[in-house]
């Protein structure tokens, strides 16, 4: 055999070994996806407890429990207008860790404010939309007024002397308070609490006089007579709380705005593994039961693929992005 050739047969031998080995290691990574989860898979969840994302993330932890066969623990990391989980999650390393976020976290954090750690359009791996719901203008029980226009006229008088509050600076409530302004002509102050049962409790004390709350948690106030319900965020009435009427219904035309919950898993979470989340939430969001305690939680339940939650983010991107360069919103 001639020098040339022996060098062919030893190359050739030692390619098929290295693709012997790349397919092995292909293998045992299709293995080890397949094997998921091996472990307690985290939820985080960048509200306090009792917050409607901290809802959401318990009602489909049981179920996803039982699908995956192994324990699914909710933590709550709030702080940030939910951010700080978000930036957890994004930076996860251990592919047994997901989030339940809001709009805000998974669309505009980024737009809003240039520091936020971690860029949701990059570092966040859309699983699945969990559900929608618009919001409900609110106000203390003895605010001025017994229709939209009477209050919203009462605010434009007060001017910079009323404060509404918000689960957060980027949340939706927060963005969609600043939309209002514009529509409007109020000019209230804001406060950022860290949830919205803060707000809550705020405003029934009388230190806040407005706020975009999500009906299932304004609601129960209204009924008891604690809060006063000026309108909802909805083109028409809502299904979710068809007794209040909506803005648009009091004379802001128009006015239409969602707060969502969904999954995000990080983006570097091996696609077999983020897949099988995807799938596993959605049905489990679209399940009766599931589905009756969502509505029972005033969320419309969605339990989409991840490529709808990726559609969802796009537009409400575009929707809050338009809003926070028009109002020049900014966060330092």
Known sequence: ??????RRTVLALALAAVGTTALAQKAAKADADAAWPTRAVRILVGFPGGSTPDLVARTIAEPLSKALGQPVIVENK???GGNIAADMVAKATDNHTIGVMINGNMTIAKLLNPATPFDPLKDLAPLSLIGTAPLLLTA??????????????????????????TPGVGTVGHIGMELL??????????????GNPQVINAMISGQLQLSLLPPGLASP?????KLKAIGVTSTGRSTL??????LDEG???GFQLEIWTAAAAPATMPKPIAAKLSRLIGEIARSPEVRAKLFQQGWQTA????????????ADTALLGGVIAQRNIKVE
């Open 221 to 225: 106030q209204i009924k008891a007579g």
């Open 181 to 194: 302004k514009t529509k409007t002509g109020i000019d209230p102050v804001h406060v950022p609490y860290p």
């Open 303 to 314: 339990g989409t693929s991840a490529e709808g939650l990726a559609n969802r983010i796009k």
């Open 241 to 246: 709380v068809p007794e209040y009427p909506s």
């Open 251 to 253: 004379g802001v035309r």
């Open 140 to 165: 203390p029980a003895n605010a001025p007024g017994n229709t939209a226009q009477e209050f919203i006229a009462a605010a434009r008088t007060a001017g910079n002397t009323w404060s509404y509050g």
């Open 78 to 80: 709030p702080g940030a």
């Open 1 to 6: 055999m001639t020098t040339h050739l022996m």
